[in-house]
């Protein structure tokens, strides 16, 4: 039976933050760890399509197994998650964490960097108001970030959503932005006084991508190829630093393990897992216990350990909608050779009609193929395909968040079957996505409410809330703000999981620095 | 010094099953405007092929009336937007979509904004059209 002083369950954003904090102490990282294949994409995603010289386009785009058509035949997936050089993220989860649930469409990650590998790298700081029901604030985390922002090279700017974004500190020159970004900001910058009294705020991402060399990492290059392969150096994913610390001998890694449960006895935790491959049995302990799998399988583990099919664990999600905007003086523009596929310029609402902030990430269509949409619009076939020509460079999407806070009708269980049971009520929405598309009129962009785009419980990928975080935790699925779980001795939750609640912001960030918190803490009960 | 590899792995050289390599054709006529290559049907016979549902999930004589099959798909599309027919015609976009030949059909490669605006016009007045057109068919036909 192996052991160590620390053993850390799942290598995603949370998992690799919380052993950065720890590492050389004696960390064993618990992981199952698809890894993504070697991806032959180079250059620029329209120079190689229009000529791809010696690369398989047709594997790399479409895959040899059709895994591009997945939306045609199956539930909605994101182009990035169907994309075939991106199918290790998802691989292995219908077998290794299977779900029952009728409404809440769950991804769950058992890749070397978790989800991650598929985040659009926006990286934001949480203010104290995003924090609101933590049983910690902003200051508490600032020095993790703090570290975090010069060890990833965040890219940025403290313009308009300074105030919303937290502190600039350490930021690396903002990216260019695509020609639509521009324009958008330009009319922007002309009424920003009327746009901010209606609760409309609009500035710069803040990225997890390089605009300069950093750490031994080169530039990003904008070749616009994010949806179809995961491995750019130039765009921070947490799969670098588990490498980087994996080759310095600064963490012990054990991959190709699925951890399934914990018991405590004495001084010591013991972990139970299983081979990922061939279910064979393999026992680890500890002085201490860092659950960091995924905030789903987080809380699976902790209900398993207590073989406990009965508790209902709160669920959060960030509810997501889609609105399409065209700017229709950028109908027929030709497409931009160097762009960046992901968020182009962020926006919060600030109004009367939604009691918090709600945070949006716009961003243009260029990355993905057109086929991925060319038959949502309400057109025969052969127009769709020249509407998908002519208004793909018009075309701006804003990505809403809604924060999300516990509800009786959203929840997680163990079933008797081992499977992780989810229940989800889909919200209401609509009428602020009626009121964005009014407030995006006066930038020149124009849309439909009706052609908004509710998307399904779950298609976020930010789960949160089954053990969360409490000043005076009452239950023992409840920690305290150290992290550690009421009730046990040496269990700390450092994922989402212990999210008592979940910002519109997206919450990546601030879990790596929480989890880089509650390490910190763990290594100060070291002997 | 040996040869470059093609662009994208050809399929297998192997025939397509005539109703099969008929279906490629005549959607492949629709979107593009001429018949589709073979290595193209290939390739739509072993998406079909890998599909859940299979080819048989659509009643082939649908492609053997000579009726206005881009009208009834869209008629189709507009009630349910994963029917069998819309089904095949994304296949086709995808399929086509990464193959340099079709760059064009799918990306602007200069400005053309009066091009585009005419282009967005004539595609609103074919979807009223179309619509009206498309929905008298299927009724005909009893497609749902």
């Known amino acids: ?527 | 010094m040996s040869a470059p590899q093609a662009a994208s792995r050809r399929p297998e050289e192997r025939d397509v099953p005539a109703a099969i390599a008929r279906e490629a054709d005549l959607i492949h006529r629709i979107l593009f405007g001429a018949d589709a290559p073979e290595a193209l049907k290939r390739r739509y016979a072993d998406a079909l092929k890998s599909a859940p549902d299979g080819a048989d999930a659509l009643d082939g004589a649908l492609f053997e009336r000579n009726g206005d099959l881009e009208a009834i798909e869209f008629a189709l599309r507009r009630k349910n937007p994963s029917n069998a027919l819309t089904r095949r015609f994304r296949i086709m976009c995808y399929l086509a979509e990464v193959e340099a030949e079709y760059f064009a059909h799918f990306v602007a490669e200069r400005n053309q904004f009066s091009a585009g605006v005419g282009a967005l016009l004539r595609a609103g007045m074919r979807a009223v059209y179309l619509g009206m057109k498309g929905a008298y068919l299927a009724r005909r036909y009893g497609l749902r």
């Open chain 1, 1 to 527: 039976m192996a052991s160590a002083n620390v053993i850390i369950v799942g290598s995603g954003a949370a998992g690799v933050a919380a052993a950065y904090a720890l590492r050389g102490r004696g960390v064993l990282l618990l992981d199952v760890g698809a890894r993504p294949p070697a991806s032959a994409l180079k250059n620029n995603f329209y120079e190689l399509r229009r000529d791809p010289g010696p690369v398989d386009l047709f594997g790399e785009l479409i895959g040899n197994s059709f895994e591009s058509l997945h939306n045609i035949f199956h539930p909605y997936l994101s182009p990035k998650l169907k994309a075939p050089g991106m199918k290790f993220v998802l691989e292995g989860a219908e077998r290794l964490a299977p779900l029952e649930s009728r409404s809440f469409e769950a991804a769950i990650s058992f890749a070397a960097g978790g989800l991650a590998n598929a985040w659009g790298a926006g990286l934001y700081r949480a203010t104290d108001k995003d924090l609101k029901g933590f049983p910690i604030g902003a200051r508490d985390l600032d020095p993790y970030y703090d570290v975090l922002t010069e060890k990833i090279g965040i890219s940025g700017d403290d313009d308009d959503l300074g105030r919303y974004f937290g502190a600039a500190r350490g930021l690396l020159p903002a990216m260019k932005i695509d020609a639509n970004g521009a324009a958008l900001l330009g009319r922007y910058d002309k009424r920003r006084r009327a746009l901010n009294r209606a609760g409309l705020y609009i500035g710069r991402p803040r990225l997890a991508v390089l605009t300069r060399a950093h750490d031994g990492r080169p530039a990003y290059g904008y070749e616009g190829l994010e949806f179809f392969r995961g491995d750019n150096p130039a765009i921070y994913t947490p799969a670098l630093t588990l490498k980087e610390m994996i080759a310095r001998g600064e963490i012990a890694y054990a991959p190709g393990l699925l951890v399934e449960r914990y018991n405590e006895s004495g001084d010591e935790v013991r972990v139970l897992a299983r081979e990922s491959a061939g279910g064979a049995r393999r026992d680890f302990t500890a002085r201490r216990l860092i659950l960091a799998a995924g905030a789903l399988n987080t809380a699976k583990i902790a209900l398993n350990s207590n073989d406990d099919c009965d508790t209902r664990l709160p669920l959060l999600d960030n509810a997501v909608s889609y609105i399409p905007l065209i700017d229709p003086r950028r109908i027929g523009a030709a497409f931009e050779k160097e762009f960046f596929a992901a968020a182009t310029l962020n926006a919060v609402y600030d109004g009367p009609l939604w009691p918090e902030p709600v945070q949006m990430t716009l961003y243009g269509a260029a990355g993905t193929l057109r086929s991925d949409f060319l038959f949502d619009f309400p057109l025969a076939a052969r127009d769709a395909l020249a509407a998908a020509k002519y208004l793909t460079p018009a075309l701006v999407i804003a990505q809403l968040f809604y924060p999300d806070a516990p509800a009786a009708t959203n929840y997680l269980r163990l079933a008797p079957s081992g499977k992780l049971e989810l229940a989800y009520e889909p919200k209401r929405r609509g009428a602020l996505e009626a009121r964005l598309v009014k407030l995006f009129r006066r930038l020149g962009c124009f849309g439909l409410a009706r052609f908004c785009k509710h998307l399904a419980p779950g298609s976020s990928f930010h789960y949160a809330g089954g053990l969360p975080m409490k000043s005076a935790p009452r239950t023992g699925y409840e920690t305290d703000r150290s992290g550690r779980l009421a009730g046990a001795r040496a269990v700390y939750i450092a994922d989402a999981a212990n999210f008592p609640a979940l910002p519109s912001k997206n919450h990546s960030f601030t879990m790596m620095a929480n989890a880089m918190r509650i390490a910190a803490e763990v290594g100060r009960t070291l002997p």
